[in-house]
């Protein structure tokens, strides 16, 4: 990718989080301890791209996504996302995004879902390269037994996360429509 990138840099309850936007929609939501790790992040990510913080209508939508991570369940429908990555990637970030707040999958799940019951290593590989923490629920994706294990921004957010959604119970039931077939 070779464009400009436009971002912003926010708190939410997680720590502190980089929204990054191209032109066609937002491309990196990244989660850690503080501005300068955030758009050195960013820019290791892009590094062909110009990055850019603020611009031309950044803060909107990276008001609307900061909004998403701080209740999950609210839907993110309206927002705009510009995702690269293989054919499988995309497919497996389709099959998280389906995930409703509130429920868990295993990787084994979404392979099934989308039709690779024997990929669940790959489904794991791809949920580590999402660019888009929350948005592409990843943090959703649990052991076979239950537990919360690996997630790119750290088990403990992971944690604190589904524990949320979790807290939410009955207010999260209208969500709670799942598209695929999900336990």
């Avoid at 960013?42 to 031309?56: D, K, N, T, V």
């Avoid at 990555?85 to 389906?98: K, P, Y």
Wanted: some cysteine.
């Amino acid at each position: 990718m070779n464009e400009t990138i436009r971002f912003a840099v926010g708190e939410t309850w997680l720590g502190a989080a980089l929204v990054a936007c191209t032109d066609a929609g937002i491309a990196c939501l990244v989660l850690g301890d503080g501005r300068a790790e955030l758009a050195a992040e960013l820019r290791q990510r892009f590094p062909a791209s110009q990055a850019i913080e603020g611009g031309r209508g950044i803060a909107p939508i990276a008001a609307q996504a900061l909004r998403f991570v701080e209740a999950p369940w609210i839907g993110s429908r309206g927002l705009p996302l510009d995702l690269h990555g293989t054919g499988f990637q995309l497919q497996v970030w389709q099959a998280l995004r389906a995930i409703p707040a509130g429920r868990t999958a295993s990787y084994a799940d979404i392979a099934h879902s989308i039709g690779r019951p024997a990929a669940a290593r790959a489904v794991a590989r791809a949920c580590s390269a999402n660019p888009v923490a929350v948005l592409v629920p990843c943090h959703r994706i649990v052991r076979r037994d239950g537990f919360a294990s690996g997630y790119r921004w750290g088990v403990e957010r992971k944690r604190r996360l589904l524990a949320r959604e979790a807290a939410a119970g009955p207010a999260l039931a209208d969500h709670c429509r799942p598209s695929i077939g999900l336990p």
